[in-house]
């Protein structure tokens, strides 16, 4: 696959044939899952399910709680494509190919974007389990030098150099704040900072991302994000803390991937009830 030139409007055009001629769902709104997070897509009503796999164009996911199929159809009054897991860079993907799949939602009607992940808590006040809406990113990926607008940009998809001061839509995380409020659902708020993976953070790596105002570490998001906003898509973010990193280097705290997967379980019924919420009132 040539970067150079991915994704043309020939691969854009075929992908979203291709998932057109197997539903008759026309979305506006768009969600991603994160680890953990797949039971979300069961709550869909008249589902079509189309694995990565099947799609033109689309990459495979290789992790484990990442089911790697997109769901079209009906939740809360809005008709929606979700995927149901993603792809990273870690597992050697380009990030024009882990965002291909956001610019077939865009050519499939997703005028707003809701993205979830699980992430690692970096300020002492979170606890496993909470609920964090992104008011910002920090994109270390994206400053070693690996975005995925690097290469030819073509205007009919947006703009050269796209602004990034409300990443994450002032309106849509105001709605968030007052459904939270609403259902009784503790809803943190802070900045997630992406970075490479696939290895969690050393305590002196915590203790840096603390200091330059990080909240939430994970290894995704950020580049979804990018390309939503380079269409024009509305974008909001929440983050389910699964775990709450030490910056103690004699006291240091193991993470794994199962206490993340575990963790995402018990979020999801509350990440469920806020999304739910927030659709309502779009």
Known sequence: MNMETFPTKDQLAEATAYIQARTSCQPTVGLVLG??????AEDIADADHIPYADI????????????????????AGHSVVTMQGRTHFYEGYSLRQI???IRVMRQLGMQTLIVTNAA????????????????????????????????????DLG????DMAN??????????????DSQGIPLQEGVYVCLAGPSF???????????????????STVHAVI??????????????????????????QETSHQEVLETGQMIAPRMIALIRGILKQL
């Open 35 to 40: 680890s953990g997070l797949s039971p979300l």
């Open 56 to 75: 033109p164009h689309f990459a495979s996911s290789t992790v484990k709680g990442h089911s790697g199929r997109l769901v079209l159809g009906q939740l």
């Open 99 to 101: 965002t291909f799949p």
């Open 120 to 155: 690692g808590g970096l300020t002492a006040t979170f606890t496993p389990g909470d609920l964090m809406l992104i008011a910002d990113h920090i994109n270390f990926v994206g400053m070693a030098g690996h975005n995925p607008l690097i290469g030819p940009n073509d205007p």
């Open 159 to 162: 703009p050269r150099f796209p």
């Open 167 to 180: 990443a994450y839509d002032p309106t849509l995380r105001q709605l968030a704040r007052r459904v939270a």
């Open 201 to 219: 953070e050393t305590p002196h790596e915590v203790h840096f991302l603390r200091q330059i105002g990080a909240d939430a570490v994970g290894m």
């Open 227 to 252: 390309v939503a906003r380079h269409m024009g898509v509305r974008v909001l973010g929440i983050s389910g803390i699964t775990n709450v990193h030490s910056s103690d280097p004699q006291r240091p």
